[in-house]
């Protein structure tokens, strides 16, 4: 079927007056406080920008502690550190005073910053650490710009020099079997893993295991993964080579196979894509504001409206990903949605992205763009109440619920290197089984 107007908008135009109703509202907030507790537990954290989308485009709020302060900023005799994060609204310049710099010698320090970085592009919760002479003088600055990147600024004797610095990170390939006992996540504590590996654990497998229903005490995970630090510190997990689960209700398995693109695809021991063709969701979220309902009490209109989509809260200027390779069909002002960006995907899904503040640069209808890519920042553009993306699918022209993506599988893997592949597979099931299994009463010592 086709439609004569913008999918969004429909329902919403015709509101029935219900009438502002207690019991719904206090139904609603117990919805909201499930929908939490849901994502909590079955939640996946959502997909990390690689250092190059955040460079390109650095629209993500930086962790507060994204940096300890390196060697210049350490305390001395004669300067103090000092560290804070930017309030919203405030420039650099004004969080330097208000952390007890002088405002001249703030501006000079941070005028050499501003040659390796761009100072617009800085956004509250901004981490920044300075080291500040007894006068109040500034004597340096350092700006974290990502996990692994600062920008520091030097008084020296011409005034201040500015460079931009890379942590070195270490790669290490890591291996173990953890029994899980209670959560993924609590297993892979008490096993000494970081609790990053539970949300790629879900992603790879979780199409083949329901953590949350299938999962039982004394189950097994084992896992050979590359894990990056710096300084001594976590960074991320990166490759899979082999990860298996084996469990009392279900069975598990997913190995990495480098693809001809230079991407890397996971398939199960048989050669069936063990990943989800889509992201679970195609933003880090705060919470969930409205899920996929046919009646729900309008925030704006106080009338029942069907909500036919998923609201996800999170603050002005998040990252909005691509949640599976597609290209954009629409893009622009639409009403009540505000800035939307609409995408095609293979099977006939398309998935809506709404009130959005802005998209990618460069970005127009007709690009084809993949799974995972930055397209657009969260805003509140439209009908809306506070800042959220209202995240919407549709399959052959029906809305759907977002869930539905969950469901599709990708390609097997091709039949020609499925002998290889096998062989690899067996070596690696070797090694797996032959870890020690952590995490057991009876093994720790
Ligand atoms: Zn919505």
């Known amino acids: 079927m086709t439609y004569e107007k913008p999918l969004y908008l429909r329902g919403v135009h015709a509101p029935r007056r219900g009438g502002l109703n207690l019991l719904a509202s206090a139904g609603f907030v117990i919805a909201i406080v499930v929908a939490n507790w ?51 609204g405030e420039t650099p310049a004004q969080a330097l005073v208000r952390l007890g710099a002088n405002p001249a010698s703030a501006q000079s320090a941070l005028n050499a910053s501003a040659r390796h970085l761009d100072m617009r592009t800085l956004r509250a919760g901004q981490k920044i650490v300075a080291g500040l002479l007894p006068d109040g003088a500034v004597h340096s600055v350092t700006l974290p710009v990502d996990e692994t990147t600062y920008v520091e600024s030097i008084r020296g004797e011409d005034g201040f020099s500015a460079r931009r610095q890379e942590i070195a990170t270490d790669k290490e390939t890591v291996e173990f079997a953890c029994v899980v006992r209670g959560s993924l996540y609590e297993s892979l504590q008490r096993c000494g893993a970081d609790i990053a590996l539970a949300p790629v654990a879900a992603d790879l497998l979780g199409a083949q295991v329901d953590f949350f229903t299938d999962s039982r005490r004394g189950d097994i995970l084992r896992v050979i993964v590359d894990k990056e630090s710096a300084g001594g510190r976590f960074l991320r997990y990166g490759r899979v ?94 009403g009540a949605a505000g800035n939307m960006l609409v995408l095609q995907h293979e099977g006939g899904l398309q998935t809506y992205y709404a009130h959005l503040s802005s998209y990618t640069k460069g970005l127009k209808v007709g690009d084809k763009v993949p799974k995972r890519m930055l397209i657009a920042a969260v805003g509140s553009t439209g009908r809306s109440t506070g800042p959220h993306l209202h995240f919407a699918v549709a399959k052959d022209g ?27 597979v067996g070596n690696l099931v070797g090694r797996l089984k032959a870890l020690p299994v952590k995490g057991n009463d009876s093994t720790q010592s």
Do not use: C, W
């Not at 629209?59 to 930017?86: K, Q, W, Y």
């Open 398 to 424: 029906q809305f759907v619920h977002p869930r539905a993506l969950q469901e599709v599988r990708g390609q097997r893997l091709p039949e020609a290197q499925l002998n290889d592949f096998k062989a690899r």
């Open 241 to 334: 080579h082999g990860m298996t689960y084996e469990g009392r209700l279900a069975n598990a398995s997913a190995f990495a196979v480098d693809q001809a693109d230079g991407s890397v695809r996971y398939f199960d021991a048989d050669g069936n894509a063990a990943e989800r063709v889509f992201l679970r969701s195609p933003l880090k979220y705060t919470r969930i504001s409205s899920d996929f309902t046919l009646r729900r009490l309008h925030p704006i209109l106080h009338a029942y409206t069907p909500h036919r989509a998923m609201d996800y809260a999170a603050p002005k200027g998040t990252p909005v990903f691509a949640v599976g390779d597609g290209k954009i069909v629409a893009m622009g002002k639409k």
């Open 38 to 88: 849901l994502v909590f537990f079955h939640g996946d954290a959502a997909p990390q920008p690689t250092l190059d989308e955040r460079l390109a485009k650095p629209v993500e709020i930086l962790p507060a502690d994204a940096l300890l302060p390196p060697t210049d900023t350490r305390e001395t005799p004669t300067t103090r550190v000092v560290e804070g994060t930017l309030a919203r």
